[in-house]
């Protein structure tokens, strides 16, 4: 069983964020001896915007989001929540503080808020692949993408997946990057790297995978590139959406969840994939809300209830 209610937070109503809390806390309470719950946390296309930006959209607050407050959020759900993991689905660097640092400050900062693992994004080749190399490596989390290689070769440019284990519960996760977001790289900056089909690289993943884990999760980074703050967003043409992360989800076998990213095309609920039944989840980008996943699991089968 999942449930998905309120599943992107708004972390500046903090009310809201409490009754969505007790409300879970409801769904906990009548778990059987026989379940277990896991808790999921994502964020996507923070794009490092650290401070709280204007909330123009909204009546009634001025400002959301802000890292400070997205990591006060977290900490408290690791302590209040069961079985909490945190993953990232790309796009963490751009901008005047990234490029300053050369991205070092945002793999600074998901250190310090304990990221399990991340996808990588577009905007992560900005300085080139070289400079991100030597970022990723730097992580104390896998970084990664299970379609990108050195020209000509198989070596991986990065860690295709991961096995994420806490209290007894395995997660396998896949980072990926599709087409359209490939296409956002000045050319220049991977040319020494093939991207091959996600469609292949996450099944062999998953195939890999499936035996040693409870929860299969891909990190996708894919779909519809934004048109970048202009009135263009407007255009009922350009919108974003999350067709490419459905084609993925229904071309794959074994994914259970999939947390995408580029398009900035935010739910606010899990899109249930209708042939394979893969939770699809996205939030808007660039820090207003922390994604959030909470799953019932059978105790001795794993299975999502
Ligand atoms: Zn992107």
């Known amino acids: 069983m999942y449930n998905s209610m309120n599943a992107l ?4 109503q903090f009310g809201a964020v409490l009754f969505a809390l007790s409300f879970l806390d409801l769904v906990i309470v009548k778990a059987a001896d026989s379940e277990e719950t896991v808790t999921l946390l994502f964020t996507n296309d923070v794009e490092s915007v650290y401070d709280p930006i204007e909330a123009f959209w909204l009546d009634d607050m001025e400002m ?3 890292i400070a407050e997205m990591t006060m959020l977290i900490n408290e759900l690791r302590k209040t929540k069961p079985n909490v993991f945190l993953f990232d689905s790309g796009d963490i660097f751009t ?3 990234a490029k300053s640092t050369q991205g070092e400050l945002a793999f600074e900062l998901m250190r310090t808020m304990d990221y399990d693992t ?15 190399a030597r970022q990723k490596n730097r992580a104390p989390f896998p970084v990664l993408a299970a379609n990108f290689f050195y020209k000509d070769t198989n070596i991986p440019y990065a860690q295709a997946h991961a096995v994420i284990e806490r209290d007894g519960i395995r997660i396998g996760v896949i980072g990926i990057m599709g087409q359209d977001a490939v296409s956002a ?11 091959t089909d996600p469609v292949v690289a996450v099944q062999k993943s998953i195939d890999e995978l499936r035996d040693k884990v409870d929860l299969i999760v891909l990190l996708t980074h894919q779909g519809k590139t934004a048109p970048m703050q202009t009135d263009a967003e407007s ?4 919108r974003r959406d999350i067709d490419a992360d459905l084609f993925l989800a229904g071309a794959v076998q074994g994914a259970d969840v999939l947390f995408a990213g580029h398009a900035d095309a935010g739910r606010p609920s899990a899109v249930v994939h209708p042939k394979t039944g893969t939770l699809i989840m996205q939030t808007y980008g660039q820090g207003p809300h922390l994604g959030y996943l909470q799953l019932t699991l059978d105790e001795e089968t794993k299975a999502i209830r």
């Open 235 to 238: 255009d009922p043409r350009l």
């Open 95 to 97: 901008g005047a503080l």
């Open 118 to 132: 991340m996808a990588i994004g577009n905007h992560e080749f900005e300085y080139g692949h070289e400079v991100f």
């Open 185 to 195: 790289i000045n050319p220049n900056f991977i040319a020494p790297l093939d991207v």
């Open 64 to 66: 959301i989001g802000g």
């Open 9 to 12: 937070f708004g972390w500046s």
